[in-house]
């Protein structure tokens, strides 16, 4: 009847490779007027509707990029099989992909391409036995909500399992890093000492336990920084398509669940830190409220706009 025909399911799978339903979260919602409305939560797998538009994310262990130089080419279709057909030439892989691209720069695109036994492969270890209409990577997720403004900028994605990097230069991608800093890391650090999560905390709104994990991140801070920092280093120094520098960078935006270790990571002082004064929270392209993972909202999004028949990612 097409009674649901506007839901969007997304599976947001934490755990990468786990077989326990446990970790898989599921997020129903639809997407219209620039707006996300979440209707329900799911903390383990339920089948979709047929007529419900799926969307999964990927983990980045299956996941390969390049930067390539593509013709301007309009038609969308034809611009993904020319990116198939220059990753297969450079790979020299006869394999099955799943292919998509991200506007880079000097005229180049980022294809990110998995092998299609890679990525059944992982949805089956999920007990995922439905084909998604989307499958998505974390931490672009994440950046498809944030308003892309002019100049360089380092955009810092904390997820609960997967963080990383991606440097841009407005609305174009020039490098992007995956790193080990899982905020469930820091998430454990809190759970000992307060006996409580650190988004639970957040969400019941109670001061004292609020306080209490500002001075646990505090004391850490140091080591998180210094961590944080070599990471974004690294990822400037080894952007290739444009050559920047740290100076450069007008700002970097912390995309982070955790509003706590937000402020603790812009409040942090190191006079001797290259990148002092350069953390600020992002500016969101559309209301978001942070009752669930912005991952999962990101999906959400993701989905809306491959409802819209958009015919590229609007960064």
Known sequence: MGIFRNRIMTYNISNFGAKNNQYVEVLSGVFSHNKIRIKDYFPQIIQPDPEDLV??????????????????????????????????RITGINEDLNVGYIPSAGGKVLVLYSTMADLIKFLNSSSIMFEPDVAYPNILSEILLINKLPGYWAYLVLGKYTSG?????????????????????????????????IFEIEKSGNEDLIETSRKILSTISLDISSGIEREIIITVNTTEVEKVTVDQLTSIAIVSDSQILTDTLINEERNQSVLQGKFVEPVFKLPIKKNYPL?????????????????????
């Open 165 to 197: 990097i991606v440097i841009m230069n407005g609305g174009t991608v020039l490098n992007i890093r995956i790193m080990d800093f899982p905020l469930e890391d820091i998430n454990h650090i809190v759970q000992e000492e307060t006996g409580f999560d």
């Open 55 to 88: 969307v999964v994310n990927v983990p980045w262990d299956i996941i390969r990029t390049a930067f390539v130089e593509l013709p301007p080419i309009k038609k969308e279709e034809e611009k993904l099989k020319l990116a198939e057909l220059e990753i297969r």
């Open 295 to 315: 991952s999962q909202i990101g999906l959400l999004y993701r989905g809306g706009l491959e409802l819209g028949k958009v015919k590229s990612i609007h960064w």
